[in-house]
């Protein structure tokens, strides 16, 4: 367990944490969040700005783990199985409870959720045929778009919802747009593996 590996858990428990507190019925369990009120019409539950932090630097745990493994040659197959879980526990489960909570449309999951899926199914397929899909640009890309669509969306968007700029919501079109078109690309590269019969050794 190296120090790369190390921070990648430390992502995975951070996001354990942040569903924990999406999910946890506060108000029921008698405990009152403090609200804070921006320019009189945008009514803030800090409960959203606690995530927000920690959604922000489990991201950038998300950069760092990889960076660190590269620089100072700590890749191993147990670092890119976490890395690859951690991103997704991080990602999909937060998108679906926003959607469930109306802070999102519903669509954005879906489209991401599904688009991770497929992607993964090729990546399966080659893996078992001796291949490995290795991450493209526009992945890398869409990823960005999301995380940062996700944390502005926590943080009730500002402070551009001041003007009436919906950059988060933005942000996370964006994001669906670049998952669809890089899965057809994922798959473009290697549809000649995934119906070859041919299994390297």
């Not at 927000?52 to 590269?70: E, K, N, Y």
Request: glycine share 4%; aromatic share 10%; with cysteine.
């Amino acid at each position: 367990m190296n120090l790369a590996n190390r921070i990648t858990v430390s992502r995975i428990i951070l996001t354990f944490i942040i569903i924990f507190l999406l999910l946890f019925p506060f108000d029921a369990a008698g405990i009152n969040m403090p609200k804070l009120f921006v320019n009189e019409s945008i009514v803030i539950d800090i409960t959203y700005l606690i995530v927000g932090v920690l959604f922000i630097i489990a991201s950038i745990t998300d950069f760092l783990d990889g960076f660190i493994a590269r620089k100072y040659n700590m890749v191993t197959d147990l670092g890119k199985m976490l890395d690859a879980i951690a991103d997704k526990i991080l990602v999909n489960p937060v998108l679906i409870i926003l959607a469930a909570k109306g802070f999102v449309t519903p669509l954005v999951p879906v489209v991401i959720v599904a688009r991770d899926s497929f992607v993964n199914t090729i990546k399966m397929i080659a893996g078992n045929k001796g291949h490995v899909v290795a991450a493209i640009k526009l992945g890398k890309l869409k990823t960005i778009c999301l995380m940062l669509g996700i944390s502005l969306t926590l943080f009730y968007n500002l402070p551009f919802e001041l003007y009436n700029f919906r950059v988060a919501d933005a942000l996370l079109i964006v994001a669906c747009v670049l998952s669809i078109i890089s899965g057809i690309e994922y798959y473009n590269m290697n549809k000649k593996i995934i119906f070859s019969d041919k299994k390297e050794v």
